[in-house]
């Protein structure tokens, strides 16, 4: 198991293999390659919350390229096709916060964020006391799949992100 302060340091991290119809691929997190946040960032603007939001693609872009050591950033590949995208920060507070988790719409239901979370919960537990992440109030879809994760609510913050959406803190206490 590696050191407390390099829980989320690696290059890529094997979540093992998901089944996608009659056949099964490996579900991957690679280290975030700019080419790569670029496409990702073109492909967020274009759907929920972000569209929604009007958050442009070179805002997302600058999120998922800035240097931050205490944010990691890993592409979601699956059998080597981009499917998404994850940002944890760590440290915060008494456990990672999940600063982004994103499934490109095609990819969505096949159980790739249910992957994640159980990664992030894996690589945390027995190092940290809680996962933090919040979520747009416009957002239930997503607020219902962290509260089936475990997730509960902890509190409600206006105007976080933008004055036009408000945001749900939710922990999981592992």
């Not at 080597?80 to 999940?98: C, N, Q, S």
């Not at 994103?102 to 690589?123: K, N, T």
Request: aromatic fraction near 6%.
């Amino acid at each position: 198991m590696p050191a407390d302060h390099e829980l989320f340091h690696a290059e890529r991290h094997a979540l093992g293999l998901l089944r996608v119809g009659q056949a099964g691929s490996v579900l991957m997190l690679e280290a975030l390659t700019a080419p790569v946040a670029r496409s990702l960032a073109t492909a967020l603007a274009a759907i929920d919350p972000w569209q929604r939001m009007a958050i442009p693609a070179d805002d997302l872009l600058r999120f998922l390229l800035d240097h931050d050591p205490a944010c990691h950033r890993f592409a979601i590949t699956l059998g080597g096709r981009l499917v998404g995208v994850v940002a944890v920060r760590d440290p915060f507070l008494h456990g990672p916060y999940l600063n982004l988790l994103a499934v490109l719409p095609d990819w969505q239901g096949l159980g790739i964020g249910s992957a994640v979370l159980a990664w992030l919960e894996a690589r945390s537990r027995g190092r940290r006391r809680n996962l933090f992440l919040c979520v747009s109030t416009h957002n239930p879809r997503a607020a219902a799949f962290y509260r089936a994760h475990g997730y509960v609510e902890v509190g409600l913050i206006e105007g976080l992100a933008l004055d036009l959406s408000d945001e749900l803190l939710m922990r999981k206490r592992l």
